[in-house]
């Protein structure tokens, strides 16, 4: 769930919390998790778990925009345990490209986000959020998918060496 859109938003406040709060105890009582995801504006993570407090409540911890909007800036010791999901993609910080992991047209230290997500004992899913358009459609769709299973297999593979 995405907490802002667009690189504007109300300062976070006493009624976008009382929302949350209504959402996250509705999920609860369904046994339901509710992920939400460090978008385009610092902060508002930050105050969502500063002022609320439930099990069920964790982060979706996005690569591109950590990387684009946040020069890497995450909260990695107040959200260690709490990230539930990933969307793992590449860009070179003009912009929330898409691009496989790895890709040598993106920039963001694979090494250490891998050690930064085993670090706060992220264990779940490898999500991958990247698009087949720029360069990669100089191979068929078909490849496309097959690099990109490789790369999420890849970055398993690194979370789950200790």
Known sequence: MHLTSKSEAPT????????????????KS????????????????EYVFDNLNYDN????????????????????GKFK???FAVHLHNNDKTDDL?????????????AELITQLKTA?????I??????????LEKSLEDFYKESC?????IRNLLDKR
């Open 30 to 45: 369904k046994n339901i998790k509710v992920a939400f995801e460090n978008t385009k504006i610092y902060g508002y993570l």
């Open 57 to 76: 409540m964790g982060v979706c911890y996005d690569s591109g925009h950590c990387h684009c909007h946040f020069n890497d800036r995450f909260s990695w």
């Open 121 to 125: 004992n992220y264990q779940g899913p």
């Open 127 to 136: 999500t991958l959020e990247s698009c087949y358009r720029y360069h990669y």
């Open 98 to 110: 898409h691009l496989l992991p790895f890709d040598k047209k993106g920039t963001i230290n694979w």
């Open 12 to 27: 976070p406040n006493k009624i976008g919390l009382k929302r949350i709060k209504k959402i996250v105890e509705y999920a």
């Open 150 to 154: 490789k790369q999420a297999k890849e």
């Open 81 to 83: 345990n709490k990230i």
